[in-house]
């Protein structure tokens, strides 16, 4: 017999986590630098103008906006709630169709879909020090939704799957 919801939820692992892509990410932050350098110096050598190479810095930084911004990441029962200055977004574990491991942490996938594209619909959970408790409580979650102990959605969906047992002869008409 499989625990209750609330039974689940209080022996559930929880994690919480902030990330800071700028400064969790060290090929972004190269990037971005290089970049910004090589803006500079060309807007500044066709144009001789300081106000326009900062301009274009400026712009740069605001197209670049979401690597500077913390979202704070939690990992419960109830899913992956990502909250930032903007507003919360919840994600159910239902939601996610697979994860894969990466050397810094844990990348959950909202699509089965395999192709490059498949990153946009993606939620990268990177935390260099906390590598081994991201993975343990995501295989925890996918695990527990695997074996039906999650959502009715999830336990209609398996229990459908299942071979049906043959009917008695008394009881078909």
């Not at 050598?45 to 106000?51: F, I, K, L």
């Not at 906006?65 to 903007?86: E, M, N, Y």
């Not at 074996?147 to 969906?157: D, E, F, H, P």
Request: with cysteine; proline share 5%.
């Amino acid at each position: 017999m499989s625990p209750s919801s609330r039974e689940f939820e209080t022996q559930s692992p929880e994690l919480s986590l902030v990330r800071l892509p700028i400064r969790d990410d060290h090929i972004a932050q190269v990037a971005i630098l290089i970049l910004l350098l090589v803006l500079i110096l060309l807007t500044y050598s066709g144009t001789v103008s300081v106000w326009i190479s900062l301009g274009v810095v400026i712009m740069c930084l605001i197209a670049t906006w979401k690597l500077f911004i913390p979202v704070r990441i939690d990992l419960g029962p109830r899913g992956i709630i990502q909250t930032t200055f903007a507003g919360t977004r919840k994600t159910p574990w239902r939601e996610i169709a697979r994860y894969e491991t990466h050397s810094h942490g844990v990348i959950l996938y909202l699509t089965h879909d395999d192709s490059p594209l498949a990153g946009f619909a993606s939620i990268d959970l990177s935390c260099r020090g906390m590598k081994s408790d991201l993975e343990t409580i995501v295989h925890f979650y996918m695990e527990s939704r695997r074996l039906r102990t999650g959502s009715s959605i999830v336990r209609m969906q398996d229990e459908s799957s299942q071979p049906k047992q043959p009917a008695d002869s008394k009881h078909s008409a």
